[in-house]
């Protein structure tokens, strides 16, 4: 007995003598992870004395069975801190300010890496060698119960494994993380409410070898654990207008050969504002990888099918033909908007290829008459056509004087699917063509490794109002995006409608839909959302009628060179700042409840224009009032309906 009490014990001590830990701490100060390596590998957050990550388990298994993470041995800690401005011209702010400190621990075949910044702490493995992937333990244990904004996949939700074909397009479930639904997976930015009005917002970045990060909560609790798709196997066709894959059979494996794995991170926000200035995972992607983008142009872009073609006033039928683009380019040009889309239909796809248009189109002739007049053209195209002719339809395009692509339908997120995300983006800046893709999981950083890559779908968008149900509430989940969805980076919700209903007179109308929320909801989008292509999703011809909103979206930027946060709460509503040269915007958002709002914009001064809801907003919600106000340091007290907007150029 005595020598068996003298093994356990020595047993103790060598396992008390093996686990070690490690501490960092964020430049500030205010933020530290604490890193337990032993017979399990866990990390846990505090900020300022406070839990908000209690011990969460990580580790990688790979296919021959070696499992990263618990009971490795690190052979050494190395550290170090890093600041320095990068810059950023086609982004929220000119330059971003990447400043952490960090702590690799070395194994034999690979590195695990964190990095305390002062608004997150991140961990990524990084492998010596390309690694088969088996499974991934990644957890989040929450220190408390707390309250969650949770986008459920709302898409194939017959078993947890059919949801891993998602679109990411979900309105907000608000609720504590003991009542996740059993039966859901749920897709990053998951934003939590912590103690003292802390938000934490989950997020991955640098996705550009591995499967995308879903959430779920089975068991009850407060931990959320990662799950991921594997390797697709086989594959069946699912229609003839997407030509998407269905997946019939996956591999055991998560990932093959894969080099590069993500960053998986948690911002920690003080106010829910600061969530929205965020550029974390914009600072955690890799560096540039096509060099110069003088090229790349940000713009609007005049939409042709959220307003179903629907022209009205002209000596011509409207429709997918050579003369309605003709008419949406003269449009764009008068206004001095960069671009116009050729969505679905302009070219015969149904022959499994993108390469010939239907006859009522002639391309080049529209291609030339854009150049004529300043004004790019955007191809649309199915994700599943453009992965077969990749660098084809780029020749033949980009040759033609076609700007970029709006690549839609993918709908999924794992390994093959993001390297296709990869590859695209490479194709296209290898022929100065920029991309927008819809049918697309959130954005993960790569904005900054291929800036060609202006925008992301991955939102329950303006689309949605074409054919969402009546009961829809759209304005809450505008103010709710800021805080979540618009945190990993910008998305093309397509805002811009001139008919606006309030929440009781809202209905979908899929040829002359409208948006729900004022006009001045829809103006303050532009300044709220980040999105570098931004889409005028209205007619041309609503436009032409509404000349002084129209002359104000079109003169606005979509890239800033300084963005602030000045105020907000997730679902009530939010309030910004950005500033392009010497030209400052500011937008309120609100949600359902009618509010008065003091803002202090004492570091603006001179005379601003504004648009404000009218007084009948809250009864016809296209009611708005432009005047002007002189800033002069005061604070600024403005009155925003349901459903309201507010905006103010200077």
Not at 63 to 89: H, I, L, N
Not at 148 to 167: D, G, K, N, R
Not at 332 to 346: H, P, Q, T
Not at 394 to 419: E, H, L, N, P
């Amino acid at each position: 007995m005595k020598r068996f009490l003298l093994a356990f014990s020595l047993l103790a001590i060598f396992a008390s003598a093996t686990a070690k830990e490690y501490t960092l701490v964020s430049p500030d100060g205010h933020l530290t992870v604490t890193v337990n390596a032993g017979k399990t590998l866990t990390y846990a957050i505090q900020r300022d004395g406070l839990s908000l990550m209690a011990p969460s388990e990580l580790s990688l298994t790979l296919q021959d069975g070696t499992v990263w993470g618990p009971e490795t041995r690190f052979r050494k800690a190395v550290r170090r801190s890093v600041d320095v401005s990068v810059d950023a011209p086609l982004f929220k702010r000119s330059q971003v300010r990447d400043h952490f400190n960090e702590l690799s621990l070395l194994a034999k075949d690979f590195k695990l890496v964190f990095r305390a910044y002062d608004d997150a702490i991140a961990w990524r493995y990084q492998p010596v060698a390309p690694v088969n992937v088996k499974a991934e333990e990644v957890t989040f244990c929450f220190a408390g119960d707390w309250n969650a904004y949770i986008p459920y996949v709302s898409q194939h939700t017959e078993t947890l494994e059919s949801q891993f074909f998602s679109s990411q397009e979900s309105q907000y479930s608000h609720h504590p993380l003991s009542q996740w639904r059993s039966d859901r997976l749920a897709f990053p930015p998951v934003t939590v409410d912590a103690p003292g009005g802390i938000k934490l917002c989950i997020v991955e970045a640098d996705l550009t070898d591995y499967p995308g990060l879903y959430l779920y909560n089975g068991e009850g609790g407060h931990t959320l654990t990662g799950m991921l798709p594997h390797v697709p196997a086989t594959y069946a066709e699912e229609d003839g207008r997407t030509f998407q894959r269905v997946i019939r059979s996956r591999k055991d494996l998560l990932a093959e050969n894969a080099a590069t794995l993500p960053w998986r991170a948690v911002i920690v926000a003080p106010e829910a504002k600061d969530l929205t200035q965020s550029d974390l995972t914009w600072r955690l992607a890799a560096p540039n990888a096509i060099g110069d983008v003088s090229w790349v142009k940000p713009g609007k872009v005049a939409w042709d099918w959220w307003n179903g073609w629907n022209l009205y006033g002209v000596d011509f039928e409207a429709g997918i033909n050579t003369r309605t683009y003709k008419y949406y380019i003269d449009f764009a040009a008068s206004k001095g908007i960069e671009y116009i889309v050729l969505d679905e239909g302009w070219a015969r796809h149904t022959v499994l290829n993108m390469k010939e248009t239907i006859d009522a189109i002639d391309l080049p002739e529209l291609v030339r008459y854009g150049q004529s007049k300043g004004v790019g053209v955007i191809l649309w195209t199915i994700a599943r056509l453009f992965e077969d002719q990749m660098e084809e339809l780029c020749a033949q395009y980009s040759a033609m004087g076609v700007k970029g692509w709006k690549i839609d339908f993918m709908d999924r997120d794992d390994q093959s699917m993001v390297r296709f995300y990869r590859d695209a983006a490479a194709m296209a800046a290898k022929y100065h063509m920029v991309v927008d893709f819809h049918g697309a999981y959130k954005p993960v950083g790569m904005s900054r490794t291929y800036p060609n890559v202006l925008n992301y779908e991955g939102v329950y968008g303006l689309e949605q109002m074409k054919w969402g149900r009546q009961d829809v509430d759209q304005v809450t989940y505008d103010v709710t995006i800021p805080f979540t969805r618009l945190v990993a980076g910008p998305a093309d919700y397509t805002q811009g409608a001139m008919r606006n209903a309030r929440r009781d007179n809202y209905r979908p109308v899929g040829d002359e839909p409208m948006s729900q929320g004022t006009r001045c909801h829809q103006l303050a989008e532009y300044v709220i959302f980040d999105a570098p292509l931004s889409m005028l999703c209205d007619s041309p011809s609503n436009y032409l009628r509404e000349p002084e909103c129209t002359d104000w979206i079109a003169a606005i930027p979509t890239v800033w060179d300084q963005t602030i946060a000045l105020d907000g709460q997730i679902g009530e509503y939010v309030v910004m700042a950005r500033r392009k040269g010497s030209t400052w915007y500011v937008g309120a958002l609100n949600g359902w409840e009618p509010r008065d709002i003091e803002l202090d914009l004492s570091f603006l001064r001179g005379r601003a224009t504004v648009f404000a809801d009218g007084p009948n907003a809250h009864r016809a919600a296209r009611d708005f009032k432009v005047s002007e106000l002189v800033l002069d340091g005061s604070p600024v007290k403005i009155h925003l309906a349901p459903g309201g907007g507010w905006v103010l150029s200077l």
